[in-house]
Nanobody, 126 residues
């Protein structure tokens, strides 16, 4: 299984970015796919869950800071998930990681997903 993120970069506060994650070698018969983030230099604080979608539609997740600003979606034909981020703030600066698991309910725990990408850096600064 391979996950490859892209779309990060430097933006000003209030601007938008769309992150992409292409997933290969993974079966979507049952799935949970999530976005996490980690602030550079604060690795000891671990990963922060951002959003998660799954094949169990009652199990999706969105962090409080993401509600109303971030939207996660999946394009099945391209095996790609997206994270559309609007109204970005300096505190959104982080490395964003895509993760996947074959257990749909992993969105309910947001911990221990099996497969991870290497991340893409989002820097929100004026």
């Amino acid at each position: 299984v391979q996950l490859v993120e892209s779309g990060g970069g430097l933006v000003q506060p209030g601007e938008s970015l769309r992150l992409s994650c292409v997933i290969s070698g993974f079966s979507f018969d049952e799935y949970a796919v999530a976005w996490f983030r980690q602030v550079p230099g604060k690795e000891r604080e671990g990963y922060e869950g951002v959003s998660c979608i799954s094949s169990n539609y009652g199990s999706d997740y969105s962090a409080e800071f993401a509600k109303g600003r971030f939207t996660m979606s999946r394009e099945a034909a391209k095996n790609t998930v997206y994270l559309e981020m609007n109204s970005l703030r300096p505190e959104d600066t982080a490395v964003y990681y895509c993760a996947a698991d074959s257990v749909a309910n992993m969105c309910l725990v947001m911990y221990g997903l099996d497969h991870w990408g290497t991340g893409t850096l989002v820097n929100v600064s004026s």
